[in-house]
């Protein structure tokens, strides 16, 4: 396989960025998650408005900061969303989402948005969905031949008169995972639904002022349109979620999406700290993750994330636990930052 990047690369070189992720799963409303509290005291909220305050002191840290998915959704953390180019949410209003992009551009930080484009969540019913405006990158109109053909839109009796409406092409994904059973899965073999993924993050770059990506469930389309897109976008950064603690996987799927993107390090959360300082066997770090494989420049290491912190039992120390550790957590986060590579501090570890 080759490791060189593509000309128009999302992929930094020699870069020393560090990553914050700027939310956690349920950071939208106060005391989330739950009623769970950290230390004695609650999170709290990560909303747009939120973030203001912390707009300097994030600048003077962090290089680049993720952001949750900001376009109209379900509602909650945005997973489900409804209308990409709808981008008033949970988290604040499209205003307050600009004004903090600016505030982050104001101290030399980089704005990485979370973008879903396995998936998409109906206006109303299953098979009637939102139009995208992306103004002069072009407006889009998704009707129920734009979803695969292996949704459950065509199996579920929950579907109604949607029912047998999926008209596209087989899900193009991975495996037993490729289709995403929650929400209507994209059919990117369709040239309307390549144009609109083409469209929305180059909205994102040069109307809202977005940096780079974060790339959702890659588990669930063909990770070769992750180059395309990015390419369309010329995004500065991209990272994509594959989520998979085998090396070799990480880098097959790197392959995929022609060395365009960098990855999440899954090998390196499970080796090195889930299975490693966790359970006081330090010889898991060594030679652990994407590094470990001389393929630093790809990773993106990290501990915890929305996904993991007090959700289940991947998270570090097991569910719940992470935050009574705070010794290993630290350990963790020594060896992410002298590492190559470009290391994920999560919200709740930095608050607190």
Not at 150 to 177: I, Q
Not at 224 to 253: C, P, R, T
Request: charged share 20%; glycine share 10%.
């Amino acid at each position: 396989v080759t490791n060189e990047p593509p000309v128009k690369s999302s992929v930094p070189a020699e870069c020393e960025d560090v990553m914050l992720q700027a939310f956690y799963y349920d950071a939208y409303q106060d005391g989330a998650p739950g009623d769970v509290l950290i230390n004695g005291e609650q999170l709290g909220h990560t909303k747009w408005s939120k973030l203001f305050s912390l707009s300097s002191e994030i600048g003077s840290y962090f290089d680049l900061v993720w952001l949750p998915p900001s376009g109209k959704s379900e509602g909650g953390t945005g997973y489900h969303q409804t209308q990409y180019s709808n981008q008033n949410s949970a988290w604040g209003k499209q205003s307050e989402l600009l004004e903090f992009i600016s505030r982050m551009h104001a101290v030399d930080t980089k704005v990485v948005a979370d973008i879903v484009i396995n998936h998409i969540a109906g206006s109303s019913g299953w098979c009637t969905f939102s139009t995208m405006n992306f103004g002069t990158y072009g407006t889009f109109a998704p009707k129920p031949d734009w979803i695969c053909s292996s949704d459950e839109m065509n199996t579920d009796p929950a579907a109604g008169s949607c029912n047998g409406k999926a008209t596209g092409a087989y899900d193009d994904g991975y495996g037993s995972e490729a289709n995403y059973g929650a929400g209507r899965d994209w059919d990117h073999n369709n040239a309307k639904v390549r144009e609109m993924c083409k469209a929305y993050p180059t909205w994102l770059r040069k109307v809202i002022k977005i940096d780079g990506f974060r790339y959702d469930y890659c588990k669930g389309f063909h990770n070769s349109h992750i180059d395309d897109y990015n390419k369309a976008s010329e995004a500065y950064f991209s990272v994509m979620e594959y989520w998979d603690g085998d090396v070799n996987a990480l880098q097959y799927h790197l392959n995929d999406a022609n060395w365009n993107t960098l990855a999440f390090d899954f090998a390196t959360k499970y080796t090195a700290f889930n299975d490693g300082i966790a359970a006081d066997n330090y010889y898991k770090l060594k030679g652990a993750g994407l590094p470990g494989a001389g393929k630093s420049r790809y990773a993106v290491t990290f501990l915890d994330s929305h996904d993991s912190f007090q959700r289940d039992n991947n998270e570090f120390c097991g569910l719940g636990n992470s935050m009574k550790y705070p010794g290993k957590v630290q350990q963790c986060y020594a060896y992410m930052l002298s590492m190559p590579g470009i290391p994920c501090v999560f919200y709740p570890h930095w608050a607190k």
